[in-house]
């Protein structure tokens, strides 16, 4: 016990010491330094950690609601040819979603089925796609078996759209997932996340029985943009053009922003405020003085117009600025403001190339955006069309038995090769789905397949 008591004696007479001192202020200082660093270098591998499995998470979700527009899809196209290339996607998109949740921190049970299924879709949607391929048709076992899967990819979308719905509300993060396992995921989640994990693996074990253990908002551009007529502007011109189109009476103040490339379009571009605090952008196409974009992002207050008004209010709008026979084809609405397609429309033929983009808001109908590259690229008054070949009924007996038709009519739709193709348009629905199928006048076959997604927003189309 003295030989303690001694020892601390003598630390303490050496603590006097000012060197001694100094050292151990030093080796405390350093220390505390290095816990600070070691710390900083956690959080940062941590948050990059947490970036890294968002990204997945994300692209698991991108690729498995794909994958569920594919499937429903595949269930009643009737062609071989668009049949083995809509197979081909779902092979490509699963393949890619067990990908991305591979990559996630979870080993549960549910995930675990989850990347089971994602697996056996690929699979079996590469052998029918061969199968079709060789030209062979589908037998109606293919088909029940992908209505099947479907539905499996239906339940397995709306959890994952859950699970990203408690990550951005912080309910779960990643890095207590990691450490927690599956615990964390029947802990943390919402009531819904957890019921839906468990109704989706109880699913996906039926499944195991089965055989296996992208309207034209993105429209095409044309090299030659034939409905940008006239001649070359000024800037001075295209600012009197901007200030007549928003309204010259409304604008008390208004900057040029030089020259721009709207797509494949040259503009002027200017900003204009309205009122006090309203601004709005508009871009004027140095060739013919056309109005390619015009837009504005102020808050709405409240929605009192209905979306009916609001596209008859936006068609009213168009054929005011010489926008003349627009067609309204689809709308959504995104924080009270409502965008509607329109499309030409030529001999009740609906040309879908010719499209123009319309926002309205839902609290006074102004219209505080248009979009109008689609139409400066593609639109003539006039199209010379073919007579169509075949028959409405010739035509409609192409569509799948299964697909119930509410309406036809012919249009004309662009192709991914940058044409345009004259269709018979068929809107009609599933047990599960609305489509819209075309089928080409002239050859018969089926040309594309369309998914209406009604939502209380509005009317999509994938």
Not at 43 to 72: C, M
Not at 148 to 163: A, E, F, I, P
Not at 172 to 185: D, H, Q, R, S, Y
Not at 255 to 271: D, K, P, R, W
């Amino acid at each position: 016990m003295s030989k303690i008591k001694d020892k601390i004696y003598d630390f303490k007479d050496r603590l006097r010491d000012r060197k001694m001192l100094t050292l151990v202020v030093t080796l405390v200082a350093i220390i505390a330094v290095l816990g600070v660093v070691i710390f900083k270098k956690q959080l940062e591998y941590r948050g990059l950690a947490e970036n890294s499995y968002n990204n997945a998470f994300y692209q698991l979700v991108e690729y498995v609601n794909q994958t569920e527009v594919l499937l429903a899809k595949s269930t009643i196209t009737n062609s071989s040819k668009h049949g083995a290339e809509t197979l081909t996607n779902i092979w490509r998109n699963s393949g890619l979603a067990e990908t991305y949740l591979a990559r996630l921190p979870i080993g549960t049970q549910e995930l675990e089925q989850a990347q089971k299924f994602l697996n056996q879709v690929s699979d079996y949607s590469y052998t029918l796609a061969n199968k079709t391929i060789a030209g062979e048709d589908l037998s109606q076992e293919d088909l029940d078996n992908l209505t099947s899967l479907h539905q499996y990819c239906g339940s397995l979308k709306d959890t994952l759209n859950q699970l990203e719905i408690d990550l951005y509300s912080g309910n779960i993060k990643w890095g207590e997932l990691e450490k927690a396992g599956g615990e964390a995921l029947t802990q943390e989640a919402s009531n819904l996340s957890q019921s839906s994990f468990g109704s989706m693996v109880e699913n996906l074990h039926e499944y195991a029985g089965l055989i296996y253990d992208g309207a034209f908002s993105n429209h095409m551009t044309n090299p030659e943009r034939v409905g940008l007529t006239g001649d070359e502007i000024d800037e001075a011109k295209a600012m009197e053009i901007a200030r007549d189109f928003i309204g010259n009476n409304r604008i008390t103040e208004m900057t040029s922003n030089g020259q721009s490339q709207n797509g494949n379009i040259e503009c002027y571009s200017f900003t204009a405020k309205v009122g006090e605090e309203e601004i709005f952008t508009i871009a004027i196409s140095k060739k013919g003085g056309h109005v390619v974009f015009m837009n504005s992002n102020r808050d709405i207050a409240n929605e009192s117009i209905s979306p009916e008004d609001a596209v008859a209010k936006g068609k009213e709008f168009l054929e005011s600025k010489e926008f003349k026979n627009m067609k309204s084809t689809y709308y959504m609405n995104n924080g009270g403001v409502l965008t509607v397609n329109y499309a030409y429309e030529q001999d009740g033929i609906t040309m879908y190339p010719d499209l123009v983009k319309v926002k309205i808001a839902l609290d006074n109908c102004e219209v505080l955006g248009i979009e109008s590259t689609g139409y400066l690229n593609c639109h003539r008054d006039t199209r010379e069309l073919s007579d169509a070949k075949i028959t409405l009924e010739e035509a409609r007996s192409k569509v799948n038995q299964n697909l119930n038709v509410s309406s036809s009519g012919l249009a004309v739709i662009p192709t991914e090769w940058g044409t345009e193709v004259l269709c018979y348009e068929f809107k009609g629905n599933t047990a599960d789905n609305d489509f819209i199928v075309y089928i080409n006048a002239e050859t018969g076959e089926e040309e594309d397949i369309l998914m209406i997604i009604n939502t209380p927003e509005g009317t999509l189309t994938e």
